[in-house]
């Protein structure tokens, strides 16, 4: 290529597209495809100019402003973006460059066919030619990927599952056995037992802003706590359906302003609602102390509404009333929406860098008929205080944990009682293999000091827990998580034998 054809292709053609020219090297990095995409998109967005002057970023001291001006008034082959600017510094790939000649070249031919041939000089007409054939293989390549992609794009509508959801999956599957000698003067049942779950999430999007989640559930998962006969042996993923699918999660997300909005009708969580970030600890993990503070996020949970609100950058606002399950949708005394269990719940989360979060929360839960942390059947209130925190020491260590302290107040007595909860979580994210994940935990669960010593359950000594696992991430969508947990003091009393559990857990995603 000569330098006058050099010349004209950095000083002329490439204006067509908005875009200069950058090095072969650094155009190879980029997507082709994407790129074409994006400049279908915004080409369609632009509108023809009549006139160089219409574009307010372009000035007459441009180094392609003649090349520029050229192209528009004789050629009117160049067209702005709506908000009257041109952004001629932007980069472009070759392909890019392909499709904006194609375009330049079509334009021609109108000029040609109109009858306006003399715009055209035989000069500028060879180089054209020259381009063109320059380019021949970047513009069949295109035409091919184009074609392919209108092809793929095709089938993809005609068998899609639907044009507003998407079906996601996951199936884990759990061996595992508990170890001990006796707990509340019942045998451990220490057989090795193995079973699965499955969650099928089925999330709808009707504005693209919004979603609409609801999850079918199906288990056959022995309880930990079942078999062992202490409640602070069950970990968060166990449940039994007798493999048949219910529905497990049901609630609907939208915007209003800078709000995200959650209502919902079946196990609708505070930590749904709530950032929860400060745990620091994978999501995946899900065990025991994997999860979130119990007084800070599971006194109440399953139908109501909330809202997340962003104020700036570091700080979150966030606030719910959530009902029970089966008494907020049922009428009758003690029951309904405000009348059967029910909290009050707010946080407030402060992210003041990429390293450190900080959550602390607030929670006035209702009892109305007892149980839970009661002896008898009367009612009481919890408030409940939290703070969550976590800190990445680098990629690979990160620290997390949490305190809950709160005041348990019978509405028929005048009694009381102290709860308070602890844990420290250490993890290790891509742990000799990236993708992989290694945890380890300690904590207290909810200790109960009844001060008044006749209403409320209380704990003679702590339940300690402390749990150690590794999960290896087979591929995208295999894991499988060896683990270990040790409870001291199940069932709070230090009378009962100590309780070793080892699972093996295998996990799908689709």
Not at 182 to 190: F, H, K, M, T
Request: with cysteine; proline share 2%; hydrophobic share 40%.
């Amino acid at each position: 290529m000569n330098n006058y054809l050099w010349r004209t292709t950095l000083g002329v053609v490439p204006v067509l597209l908005g875009m200069a020219a950058v090095p072969a090297a650094q155009a190879g990095e980029l997507d082709a495809i994407a790129n074409v995409q994006q400049y279908v998109r915004e080409g369609a967005a632009m509108g023809q100019v009549t006139s160089v002057s219409q574009l307010r970023d372009v000035r007459p001291t441009d180094w392609a402003f003649q090349a520029l001006q050229s192209l528009v008034e004789r050629y009117g082959c160049i067209a702005g973006y709506p908000d009257g600017t041109y952004r001629g510094n932007r980069a472009m790939t070759r392909y890019e460059f392909a499709a904006g000649l194609n375009a330049c070249l079509d334009r021609v031919n109108e000029l040609i066919a109109s009858a306006t041939a003399d715009l055209v000089t035989q000069e500028d007409l060879a180089v054209l030619q020259r381009l063109q054939e320059e380019f021949q293989a970047e513009l069949a390549t295109l035409r091919g990927r184009v074609d392919a992609l209108e092809a793929r794009t095709a089938e993809l509508e005609a068998n899609q599952f639907s044009t507003t959801t998407r079906l996601a999956g996951a199936v884990t599957f759990d061996l595992g056995s508990a170890f001990a000698g006796e707990v509340n003067g019942a045998d451990v049942e220490d057989e090795v037992t193995f079973g699965g779950d499955v969650t099928l999430t089925l999330d709808t999007s009707f504005t693209g802003r919004d979603l609409l989640t609801m999850d079918l559930y199906a288990a056959n998962i022995q309880g930990y706590g079942d078999r062992t006969g202490a409640a602070e042996t069950a970990v968060d993923y166990e449940g039994d359906t007798g493999n048949a699918f219910v529905l497990d999660n049901l609630w609907y997300n939208f915007p209003i302003g800078n709000a995200s909005v959650y209502v919902g009708t079946v196990d609708l969580e505070a930590d749904e609602i709530a950032p929860t970030s400060a745990n620091l600890m994978d999501d995946a993990i899900g065990d025991y102390f994997g999860g979130s503070n119990p007084l800070s996020y599971n006194l109440v949970s399953g139908i109501g509404a909330g809202f997340n609100y962003q104020l700036g950058d570091s700080l979150n606002v966030a606030g719910a009333y959530l009902g029970a399950d089966g008494e907020a949708n049922t009428a009758g005394d003690d029951l309904g929406l405000t009348g059967g269990d029910n909290t009050s719940f707010a946080q407030v989360t402060f992210t003041p860098g990429d390293k450190l979060v900080i959550a602390g929360t607030y929670n006035h839960a209702y009892y109305s008929q007892g149980g839970g942390i009661a002896d008898g059947s009367e009612s009481y209130t919890v408030d409940a205080f939290g703070v969550n925190a976590g800190y990445a020491l680098s990629s690979n260590f990160n620290v997390s944990g949490w305190a809950g302290w709160g005041v348990a107040d019978s509405k028929d007595s005048d009694a009381d009682a102290d709860l308070f909860n602890w844990a420290v979580q250490l993890g290790f994210p891509d742990l000799f293999r990236e993708g992989n994940f290694g945890g380890v935990s300690v904590g207290g669960f909810t200790s109960i000091t009844d001060e008044s010593g006749n209403a409320f359950t209380e704990t003679d000594d702590t339940p300690f827990l402390a749990q150690a696992f590794y999960r290896l991430q087979l591929s995208q969508n295999i894991s499988v998580q060896p683990g270990v947990f040790y409870i001291a003091n199940p069932g709070g009393d230090d009378d009962n034998d100590n309780v070793w559990i080892g699972s093996l857990r295998t996990s799908f995603s689709f």
